[in-house]
C-alpha cells in the first residue's frame, strides 16, 4: 500500500529564510510525486510534480523539490520564504496516469514571521 | 491549465436539507472525478470516485446513500450531501481528471450545518 508521511505538523520560518519541507513515501512501483500548497478556505493548487526524468523539479513561486529514491523521499525547498508563502503544504503519491487516486500526507502547516 | 468550477465556495443549510456541490471541468473532459473531504488541520480524506456514466465508487465508511454522486457528464459531476447534520460540516473537494491525464482540483466547498 502507499503511504506519504510528513514529519513536521507545523514549521516556523523568518521572512527571507530559508526552507525546507520533508516529505517521505512508500510506494511499490516509481511514484508520481507532487507537492501542492492550499491557503486558508481555498483548494489545493499544484506547486510541482515529479514523473521521471530529472530529480531536481522546479516548480511555481520559486519552490523546487528533489526526489531522491535511496531515501524514498521528495522535500520541498525554497530559497528565501515570503510572508505570502503561509499555508499548509501536502505532499501526494499517485500511480502513473495522473487521472488516479492520490495518496496525501497529512500536511505541513508553514508560518511565516515577519 | 484545465480548471475545474466548483460551486458553491460556501454554503450554510440547516440539519436535515439536502446541500449539492458541483463541479464543472471547464476546458476539458474529466471522465473521472474524485471526491474529497478534508477535516479541519487534516489531511484530505477520499470519498468515492466516480467515471461518467457509471456508478460511483465509494471509500470504506463512506455513507452511499448520505453522499450521493452523479456524474452524468464529461463536464460536470455533483454530490448532494442528504439529510445533512452538523458533523457533516466540513471543506469538501472535487478533483477530475481524463483517463491517463493529469487531474485538477476544483476550489472546494465549505459546508456549515446549523
Known amino acids: 500500500a502507499q503511504s506519504v508521511t510528513q514529519p513536521d505538523i507545523h514549521i516556523t520560518v523568518s521572512e527571507g529564510a530559508s526552507l525546507e519541507l520533508r516529505c517521505n513515501y512508500s510506494y511499490g512501483a516509481t511514484p508520481y510525486l507532487f507537492w501542492y500548497v492550499q491557503s486558508p478556505g481555498q483548494g489545493l493548487q499544484l506547486l510541482l510534480k515529479y514523473f521521471s526524468g530529472d530529480t531536481l523539479v522546479q516548480g511555481i513561486k520559486g519552490f523546487e523539490a528533489e526526489f531522491k529514491r535511496s531515501q524514498s523521499s521528495f522535500n520541498l525547498r525554497k530559497p528565501s520564504v515570503h510572508w505570502s508563502d503561509a499555508a499548509e503544504y501536502f505532499c501526494?503519491?499517485?500511480?502513473?496516469?495522473?487521472?488516479?487516486?492520490?495518496?496525501f500526507g497529512s500536511g505541513t502547516q508553514l508560518t511565516v514571521l515577519p | 491549465g484545465a480548471v475545474v468550477s466548483q460551486h458553491p465556495s460556501r454554503v450554510i443549510c440547516k440539519s436535515g436539507t439536502s446541500v449539492k456541490i458541483e463541479c464543472r471541468s471547464l476546458?476539458?473532459?474529466?471522465?473521472?472525478m474524485f471526491w474529497y473531504r478534508q477535516f479541519p488541520k487534516k489531511s484530505l480524506m477520499l470519498m468515492a470516485t466516480?467515471?461518467?456514466?457509471?456508478?460511483?465508487?465509494?471509500e470504506q465508511g463512506v455513507e452511499k446513500d448520505k453522499f450521493l454522486i452523479n456524474h452524468a457528464s464529461l463536464t460536470l459531476s455533483t454530490l448532494t450531501v442528504t439529510s445533512a447534520h452538523p458533523e457533516d460540516s466540513s471543506f469538501y473537494i472535487c478533483r477530475g481528471g481524463r483517463e491517463g491525464g493529469e487531474a485538477f482540483f476544483g476550489q472546494g466547498t465549505r459546508l456549515t450545518v446549523v
Open positions: 476546458d476539458f473532459q474529466a471522465t473521472t
Open positions: 466516480s467515471n461518467e456514466g457509471s456508478k460511483a465508487t465509494y
Open positions: 501526494a503519491v499517485g500511480p502513473s496516469g495522473s487521472a488516479r487516486q492520490l495518496t
